[in-house]
């Protein structure tokens, strides 16, 4: 299976943007880049996916590389909720996609 | 709501005892997954089910049981062969293979 990488933490001000990179240069032109949080003692969470274009939702935007070997989770505003392990992952939809693979993650730690 | 539910939060065993896990579902999901979750690492996964009455062996299913009987029920048991059971468990749910997974809130076993 493709790799991630991610850095362990990063630090961010309350109300300002915060972009937490991901690289994965062994990716497939069938794998879909998703990306989850995980709050502390929860379940994590489903934020955004994309192929190859960049992504809005309302949580957060996904900037994908032309070549797509790495990609940038954008959070345009962060408050103190969004202080959680942030995990990036490559998902083939051509092979054993149920293998979901959640390396360590990014801790994002939000300053007031 | 929709959503799915874990129980209990928190559980205490003896080693040597069996010990299940529930999940339940109501988001009319197919596909449920059972992943481990120790501290400080990601999330590795023990087993998953696209199906009622069928489900595969992650990457830990060693000294774990699990049963599909019913599309709302993923049970874990937890056997007295597994070495390490103190974790985190996380249960998950999708809509099929290529959806994005919906997680519980755990439930944190502690055998002593």
């Known amino acids: 299976d493709a790799k991630t990488t991610q850095p362990n933490s990063m630090e961010s001000n309350e109300e300002e943007p915060v972009h937490l990179p991901c690289n994965h240069s062994t990716i497939s032109g069938t794998d879909y880049i998703h990306w989850y949080r995980q709050l502390p003692s929860q379940g994590p969470e489903y934020v955004i996916h994309g192929l190859t274009s960049n992504v809005n939702n309302r949580m957060a935007s996904l900037a994908i590389a032309e070549d797509r070997k790495s990609s940038t989770l954008i959070l345009h505003r962060a408050t103190l909720r969004d202080a959680a392990v942030y995990y990036c992952?490559?998902?083939?939809?051509?092979?054993?996609?149920?293998?979901?693979?959640f390396g360590k993650g990014t801790l994002l730690t939000v300053n007031p | 709501d929709g959503g799915i539910t874990q129980s209990p939060k928190y559980l205490f065993r003896k080693e040597g005892q069996n010990v299940t896990l529930s999940c339940e579902q109501n988001?009319?999901?197919?596909?449920m997954y059972w992943y481990r979750q120790d501290p400080g690492q990601g999330l590795r996964l023990i087993y998953y089910?696209?199906?009622?009455?069928?489900?595969q062996k992650g990457d830990i299913a060693e000294g774990y049981s699990v049963s599909r009987e019913k599309k709302e029920s993923f049970p874990l048991t937890v056997t007295s062969a597994q070495k390490n059971p103190t974790a985190f468990y996380l249960c998950?749910?999708?809509?099929?293979?290529?959806?994005?997974?919906?997680f519980g809130n755990g439930t944190r076993l502690t055998v002593t």
């Open positions: 988001l009319n999901h197919d596909a």
């Open positions: 992952i490559l998902r083939d939809v051509g092979g054993s996609n149920y293998k979901l693979t």
């Open positions: 089910s696209q199906i009622v009455n069928d489900f």
């Open positions: 998950a749910s999708s809509i099929d293979d290529l959806a994005p997974l919906h």
